[in-house]
């Protein structure tokens, strides 16, 4: 049984079809992106995930049920889903120890979540004295509040720093790869998750685009960079003794597999080969997920 | 049903980790205080034919005490902002996070609004028993509790405060948007509950109403000069309290429960 399972899920909002017909899962002890530009229907799908929806036909599982089935949710799933959601009033700390309470947790364990992510320093200030990136660190910290196995993120990087980005990526690696959870995270921001994520679900105006693992979306053929140069003739002859793969698409440039641009340039120069151009391709996954962010 | 203890004691501790509730309690007390204020420098002073008893009578402290129950707009605000302010700041999405069945928040929400209201009800006690037991002795009264009937003006106060936390509560899961909420409570007992209580012509309808209800529970029986209310009789006016709440339970929930939190 998948932690996540989301089948055929339907959901509109008066005239708008917010997720129409969206089907995927996720499995223990990986990372899954949902991708999509905004407006797509991540949060729907989430939210629906969460029961704060309802959708309108379809189903949305948490392991095997719906949210809520069981009496104490936040043992078994743990939601971050806007950094706005907080009394500015209370401190980090007082808005952790509510839902503990709520949750008939212990109030260590708002301490030990303050510590996970790193507020401790800040945890008796007032939430409206946080920056966008604490108030990221402050949900996620009442996800992990009651040790959940499956972890569901809408747009968990949004305000971060790029320090923080990569606190983020680590931390979401540990809990699907160290610690066995299944982490969905969504994202409109390809290179947020693309270093951290297994598998990648792609949705743009409702309905899914591309899913697979992070190795079959972005494999085409191995890395490809395009080099140009008025020496073809001889830097052709030198990449292929250095290993490399090419294919000629006119006469200045070339299509090179098999070596990185760096490795491409040193051989130049030892040849005293002037380049110029050198370009990393779009893997497949940009390119799609580009198709769709820009196509508008 | 076993979660509401926990439920509500989060829900008290929503509200006592912001700083709503003691700035309320000022205010509250401040009011209280103005109105006793009055109360003693018009004590036997006779106006356009009606007076109002001298201090040192068990009529006075009667009025007086009763004056407490003025205290339930405050109290009816801090229940619609306990209420509307989850929406204003979106902190709904994890309150039903953590419990999904949403009636059992609302449950928890009502329950704390009327400890919160009777707690309220104890200070405005307290509040008035520290100034007007003072006045009244320092007149050359006696303060007597059977006398003015303090007693049962004081459970009318509790049980008025704590029922209209309570209604603030559910109209705030009613309107949900805060500025809304503060604007009806504060039309409905200032416009509409005092012209229905304060003009006897119309009791028929007031003595229907909240405050009316609140009235009769205190069996307040003095003539203002516009002529004697005819209140329902304390019990009835009890039950008619614990009517609207329960109808006010029952519509917030009902508006709560199947709503999208988007």
Redesign the interface.
Same mark, same amino acid.
């Given at each position: 049984m998948a932690a996540i399972e989301i089948k055929n899920l339907i959901k509109s *909002?008066g005239p708008v079809k917010a997720v129409d017909g969206v089907s995927f899962s996720v499995e223990a002890g990986s990372v899954t992106g949902y991708l999509g530009p905004n407006g797509a229907g991540k949060? !729907?799908t989430l @939210?629906s995930l #969460? =029961? #704060?929806? !309802?959708p309108d036909s379809g189903e949305a599982l948490v392991n095997g049920e719906r949210? =809520?089935t069981r009496?104490r %949710? +936040?043992t078994e799933v743990g939601?971050v889903?806007?950094a !706005?959601? *907080? &009394? %500015? /009033?209370? !401190?980090a700390r007082? &808005?952790l @120890? +509510?839902?503990c309470?709520?949750? /008939?947790l212990p109030d260590a364990r708002a301490d030990e979540a303050l510590e996970q992510v790193g507020l401790v320093d800040a945890a008796d200030k007032r939430v409206a004295g946080y920056s966008l990136g604490m108030r990221q660190r402050l949900a996620l910290a009442?996800a992990l509040l009651g040790r959940p196995r499956v972890y569901i993120l809408d747009e968990p990087a949004n305000g971060l720093d790029p320090a923080g980005i990569e606190w983020l990526r680590g931390f979401l690696r540990h809990l699907a790869h160290d610690e066995g959870a299944a982490v969905l995270v969504s994202s409109h921001v390809l290179a947020e998750v693309e270093q951290t994520v297994d598998n990648v679900v792609i949705i743009a105006r409702g309905r899914l685009v591309r899913q697979g693992s992070l190795a079959e979306l972005t494999s085409n053929g191995g890395e490809v960079t395009r080099v140009r140069t008025a020496q073809a003739a001889d830097l052709v002859p030198a990449l292929e003794a250095a290993g490399a793969a090419i294919e000629r698409v006119d006469d200045g440039l070339l299509r090179v597999r098999g070596l990185d641009a760096e490795t491409i340039g040193r051989v130049a120069m030892d040849r005293r080969i002037v380049l110029t151009e050198v370009a990393q391709e779009r893997s497949d996954l940009q390119k799609v997920f580009l198709d769709l962010t820009e196509g508008r | 049903m076993s979660h509401i203890p926990g439920l509500v004691r989060a829900e008290l501790r929503k509200l006592f980790t912001t700083r709503l509730w003691w700035i309320m309690l000022i205010v509250t007390l401040l009011l209280v205080g103005v109105s006793l204020g009055f109360l003693m420098a018009f004590a036997g002073v006779s106006q356009n034919g009606s007076a109002l008893p001298a201090l040192d009578t068990a009529q006075w402290t009667e009025i007086a005490w009763a004056g407490g129950s003025s205290a339930g707009i405050f109290v009816m605000i801090l229940g619609v902002v306990m209420m509307t302010s989850e929406y204003r700041y979106q902190t709904i999405t994890g309150t039903f996070l953590v419990t999904p069945r949403r009636g059992l928040v609302i449950v928890a929400k009502l329950v704390a609004g009327l400890i919160v209201g009777a707690l309220f009800g104890l200070a405005v006690l307290v509040f008035q028993a520290v100034t007007v037991i003072p006045a009244v002795t320092l007149a050359g009264g006696e303060f007597s509790l059977s006398a003015s009937r303090v007693p049962q003006i004081s459970v009318g106060i509790l049980a008025t405060l704590a029922l209209y936390a309570l209604f603030g509560i559910g109209l705030g899961a009613l309107v949900r948007n805060q500025i809304a909420g503060i604007v009806a409570a504060v039309v409905w007992s200032y416009v509409v509950e005092s012209i229905f209580t304060a003009i006897p012509a119309l009791h028929g309808v007031g003595k229907w109403l909240p405050a009316g209800a609140a009235q009769a529970l205190m069996s307040i029986d003095v003539d203002t000069g516009l002529g004697r209310p005819e209140w329902l009789p304390a019990w009835a006016g009890a039950l008619v309290l614990v009517a609207y709440g329960l109808l006010f339970a029952a519509v917030a929930t009902a508006t709560t429960v199947r709503r999208d939190i988007t």
């Open positions: *909002f949060t !729907t @939210r #969460l =029961g #704060l929806v !309802t949210y =809520g009496p %949710p +936040v939601a889903l806007e !706005t959601s *907080f &009394h %500015p /009033g209370r !401190t007082n &808005h @120890r +509510v839902l309470t709520a949750a /008939g009442s | -």
